[in-house]
């Protein structure tokens, strides 16, 4: 196992709220094969149970999201993870992430300011949704959802 300290770079999602149940889940393409010598992206088995964001200087033993190109990763937002360098001098790590929540919080991309009425008339309400128009909570904008 390989050890993660906290330097700033490990985080959770929604690591200002740990609640005690899940909130969102990150998914993770693997665009390049991820291995552990050229950056695989390190997670804490087991710390999405620990309801806390990581202490400065805190070190607990984590695994390398080893998997082939093309791969779709997907862990619970509660758990710890980090980035680290790619070791290597001939490899590529390259990856997609995204980051998908409850209707409780907005989504990181202001969507309000860049689509149109006119499209949103057209999408269903799960879409609606999904870009977070409608939200509960840690979502609201003046009190309210914005549709």
């Known amino acids: 196992m390989l050890e993660m300290r906290q330097n700033g770079l490990n985080h959770v999602r929604l690591g200002y709220i740990c609640a005690q149940a899940p909130q969102g889940i990150n998914a993770l393409w693997c665009l390049d094969d991820f291995t552990a010598t050229n950056g695989a992206t390190l997670v804490a088995p087991g710390s999405h149970t620990w ?54 919080y907005r989504t990181q991309e202001n969507w309000f300011v860049t689509l149109s009425d006119e499209y949103l008339a057209t999408v269903s309400d799960d879409v609606i949704t999904l870009l977070a128009y409608k939200s509960e909570g840690f979502g609201l904008a003046y009190g309210r959802s914005p549709r």
């Open 51 to 104: 309801h806390r964001p990581p202490a400065p200087d805190e070190s607990v033993d984590t695994v390398p999201v080893q998997a082939p190109a093309g791969t779709l990763c997907m862990f619970e937002s509660r758990m710890w993870h980090r980035a680290v360098a790619n070791t290597t001098q001939d490899q590529y790590r390259a990856g997609v992430f995204a980051f998908y929540s409850t209707p409780t």
